[in-house]
């Protein structure tokens, strides 16, 4: 019994008609925050003592390497979840997740090469860090490939859930590359045990970007989902109800 | 837990931590080679090839920049706090090159143990603070520290 719901979360259905409600909040929200934040950021913080003005690709590079790793975690457990409980869904949010995180990872490294030619001096360095994260882009695109690589769903499926669980072990080491190595990149500023090294006014506008991207990230995940429940349930009859409600609309 | 899942949960399990000792160990062989740059210490102890092209990174040591008036020359000490680099270089620095921060240089080492540099790049701090800020944590003394802490892999 203890299950039940766990188990209801794995409909296509349940899930597709249980989300509609939500985008349009998620939607208003992420794209509320993320202006509010990219003003504030942009226009009302303070320069930095250094860097002056070019810290401020800081409000795009930061929330975008964040929601890289943490979208990471989100591909590789939906995977997991669907290779233990051989559900359809998880594997729908995993195929979903991938192109968003390659996405995302793509961002943060065109933004940190930005940001390190006024500031480091150079476009690219193999520090840790950078080929680290560049190895995260590679497997983001190695679970894209996989997925188009096989005839049969199943085992497309099975076999990207395996690739994105070994390659879950790169997440702690880029987190932790700059204290492990020798690094040109710098090491984290917004720490979670301790007080952060960013001046609270220029650190809310980040924390409200960072909020702002997890909302819009979860927008994007729920779209290309449903979109992905569409494609594979397109025999079912719920899903054809719907179409034809639709056409019956326009 | 159904025993059939319990299993398959159990296989998940495995393939995390079998991949991650594997990359673990892999990044444990390889630890001398992931680190980007030589930290002074170690350049000045020898154990660092010599007429090679190597990456050296460390802290600019305040007061021993010294530009010459109608050249692009330059020639400062690096430090960890263990051991100074004198490193000498012809060229364009960038702009957050400044005593007091860290560096990291790529060049070659000469025999006297001297770097000459054919690129310098600045290793900026994680730490961002407003001009204003800035100020009033000078007069207090307390933004003075120099490349704060100097771990360097000394």
């Given at each position: 019994m203890a299950w039940q719901w766990f188990h209801r979360l794995g409909s296509p259905r349940w899930f597709y008609e249980k989300t509609t409600p939500w985008l349009p909040w998620l939607a208003t929200l992420s794209i509320a925050l993320i202006v509010t934040a990219a003003v504030w950021g942009l226009a009302f913080a303070p320069a930095d003592f250094k860097q002056g003005n070019s810290y401020r690709i800081i409000y795009i590079h930061v929330p975008a390497a964040f929601l890289a790793l943490a979208g990471y975690y989100i591909m590789a457990i939906s995977g997991a979840v669907g290779l233990i409980w051989k559900m359809k869904l998880p594997f729908m949010v995993m195929k979903s997740a991938a192109p968003i995180g390659a996405l995302l990872t793509f961002v943060s490294l065109v933004t940190g090469s930005i940001w390190g030619?006024?500031?480091?001096?150079?476009?690219?360095?193999?520090?840790a860090r950078i080929t680290s994260m560049l190895i995260l882009f590679f497997l983001y695109l190695g679970m894209i490939a996989l997925q188009q690589a096989f005839q049969h769903r199943d085992t497309a499926d099975k076999a990207s859930a395996v690739l994105a669980l070994v390659g879950m072990v790169n997440i702690p080491i880029i987190y932790k590359s700059v204290d492990w190595w020798n690094t040109l990149h710098q090491p984290a500023t917004i720490k979670f045990t301790s007080k952060s090294s960013i001046d609270p006014s220029m650190l809310y506008p980040l924390l409200m970007m960072v909020i702002g991207f997890y909302c819009f990230y979860a927008l994007v995940l729920l779209l290309n989902t449903r979109v992905e429940i569409l494609r594979r349930e397109n025999r079912t009859q719920w899903v054809n109800d719907l179409v034809s409600a639709i056409n019956k609309r326009a | 837990m159904h025993p059939l899942r319990k299993q398959r949960l159990m296989i998940v399990i495995f393939i995390v931590v079998f991949s991650s000792v594997a990359v673990g160990l892999m990044a444990y062989a390889l630890r001398e080679n992931i680190n980007l740059f030589y930290p002074p210490s170690k350049i000045a102890a020898g154990d660092v090839p010599h007429n090679t092209r190597i990456r050296a990174g460390g802290c600019v040591k305040p007061g021993s920049v010294q530009r010459a008036s109608d050249s692009l020359e330059i020639r400062f000490l690096i430090t960890d706090g263990t051991a100074d680099v004198k490193v000498n270089f012809n060229g364009i620095l960038p702009?957050?090159?400044?005593?007091?921060e860290a560096a990291v240089i790529n060049g070659i080492v000469t025999e006297s143990g001297e770097i000459n540099a054919s690129e310098v790049l600045a290793k900026h701090d994680e730490n961002y603070v407003p001009p204003e800020v800035a100020e009033t944590m000078k007069d207090k003394g307390e933004h003075q520290k120099t490349c704060e802490g100097l771990k360097y892999g000394a």
């Open positions: 030619k006024p500031t480091w001096g150079t476009w690219w360095e193999w520090d | 702009d957050l090159f400044a005593e007091g």
